[in-house]
């Protein structure tokens, strides 16, 4: 996982953070956003702080357990709707 530079979306308002997940196979990468807003980053925030890990470390252990389980068909089906496809957006 790899987070983007977080960057201000107006004066008024907080930096906003993207996140994408970076996979390199074969010599070949592929970048996937994140569709996170800043609700779901405060939780992820707040859990990794719990847990005692840095949010990357966490959303990586979230996706090996979601693999190792086999849950994507449970996890995507709770998905909010702003997702965009299955796959999301690739940079």
Known sequence: MQEIEARPESSKELPAATFAIRIEYKGEERSTRLPLDQEMI?????????RGMRIGELVTALILAITEKDLFRQVLTHAPDQ??????ETM
């Open 42 to 50: 405060r939780q992820l925030a707040m859990e990794a702080e719990f």
């Open 83 to 88: 997702r965009i496809g299955v796959g999301a």
